[in-house]
């Protein structure tokens, strides 16, 4: 039985993987949770897992409040509490559902403590890879993706030699924007961007899959999770998201993994370590497959762009880019700046912002803060 800490317990991936836990008490006991600033829902998860004894919020009041609720269980809060309910526990498994740059720490703290790493926050191989590759390679704990089309392409890859790949097509279904224009998306309204097509998630991914830098962000996860030539991996736009990556083989033919839009399955390929029976679906052409597929416009899409310029400048240009979106996101579902000044800003921040090279992890730090000032002052003096 494996004993798990589950960060970001209230957030999309989160709240599927508790109908897991749930689901199968026998394989898995939950023993620790963080929720954010979500702390409503910590009396019905404190209710069906009575078996956590740590728990994390975001704010200290927030703590004490609910300390003096639950005075059996160990509290903690903000970024610092994040870390210490890692290194208090003795728990097998950590899965890092945390959305942002504040996952960064907790995935690097949980493989350095040599636990198994189930990770849903793409910024702590967007921003940190080189990091997380070397505590892997020194041997430090072990790594599963959560994401949905990482799952996929550790599948593929398990069903074939690496010689005969030709490419990974990674697909994106374009977000909620995806039958406008550039010019229509001028007075486009959070509330409108917040409507996917097909899934069902949080807003900021929401909001990423809508200027798809979640792509750009998901070829990086690929390129440290794989090492894979990045130029012979590519998006392909996927208007269904049954498909959720596919191979190009050397002989002409693809071998994709389909499955209807549902989390739940990556999760459990994660949880249970790969360790899940599952089919691949092989075709000879695109056209076998019952479902819609068009070439990725970078036109249309700048932001997967600004994601591998930022990868190939290396250093803490990843973290410059990751900070910059993040504000920028949160500022346009705020009203504060328009859509397509999401962009704008990653852009402004990247080519003004200086990029220290073979960073460590306080220069990852230090880059994110910087940027982030940055950009909101940015912000700030366009809105006054």
Not at 152 to 161: C, D, F, N
Not at 249 to 277: F, Q, R, T
Not at 298 to 321: D, E, F, K, S
Not at 332 to 337: C, V
Request: overall charge negative; charged content about 25%.
């Amino acid at each position: 039985m494996r004993k798990v800490l589950l960060l970001g317990a209230s957030g999309s991936i989160g709240t599927q993987s508790l109908d897991i836990f749930r689901q199968d008490r026998k394989s898995f006991t939950l023993v620790g949770i963080s929720v954010g600033h979500k702390v409503e829902k910590v009396p019905g998860i404190l209710q069906d897992f009575p078996s956590i004894t740590r728990v994390c919020v975001q704010e200290r009041t927030d703590m004490e409040r609910l300390a003096a609720e639950y005075p059996s269980i160990t509290w903690y809060y903000g970024d610092q509490g994040l870390k210490d309910i890692i290194l208090d526990g003795d728990e097998d498994m950590v899965e890092n559902a945390l959305v942002g740059f504040a996952g960064l720490v907790p995935s690097i703290t949980s493989l350095y403590a040599d636990k198994i790493l189930c990770l849903a926050n793409k910024e702590s191989l967007v921003v940190g890879g080189a990091l997380i590759r070397k505590a892997l390679e020194q041997g430090h704990g072990k790594l599963y993706p959560i994401d949905s089309e990482h799952v996929a392409i550790a599948k593929l890859l398990s069903r074939v030699k690496r010689e005969d790949v030709e490419k990974i097509l990674i697909t994106a279904s374009g977000g909620s924007f995806r039958k406008l224009s550039r010019a229509e998306l001028s007075n486009v309204t959070p509330e409108m961007a917040l409507n996917h097509p097909t899934w069902s998630m949080g807003a900021k991914i929401t909001i990423d899959s809508a200027t798809m830098m979640n792509k750009g962000f998901e070829v990086i996860e690929a390129k440290w999770l794989f090492d894979f030539p990045l130029e012979r991996t590519e998006i392909l736009m996927h208007d269904e998201s049954h498909v959720h990556s596919l191979l190009l083989l050397k002989d002409g033919s693809y071998l994709a993994d389909v499955s209807a839009p549902d989390m739940h399955g990556p999760i459990e390929y994660a949880l249970y370590e790969a360790k899940v029976d599952f089919e691949l679906t092989r075709v000879q052409a695109l056209k076998e497959l019952p479902y819609t597929f068009h070439k990725f416009d970078p036109a249309r899409y700048p932001a997967p762009g600004l994601a591998m310029a930022a990868y190939r400048r290396g250093g803490t240009a990843t973290a410059i880019l990751n900070a910059a979106n993040e504000e920028a996101v949160y500022a346009f579902l705020a009203g504060k700046i328009p859509f397509l000044s999401i962009e704008k800003e990653v852009t402004r921040a990247l080519e003004k912002l200086s990029v220290k090279d073979n960073p460590s992890l306080k220069d990852l730090l230090a880059a994110d803060k910087e940027t982030r000032l940055f950009v909101d002052r940015h912000i700030e003096r366009k809105t006054k």
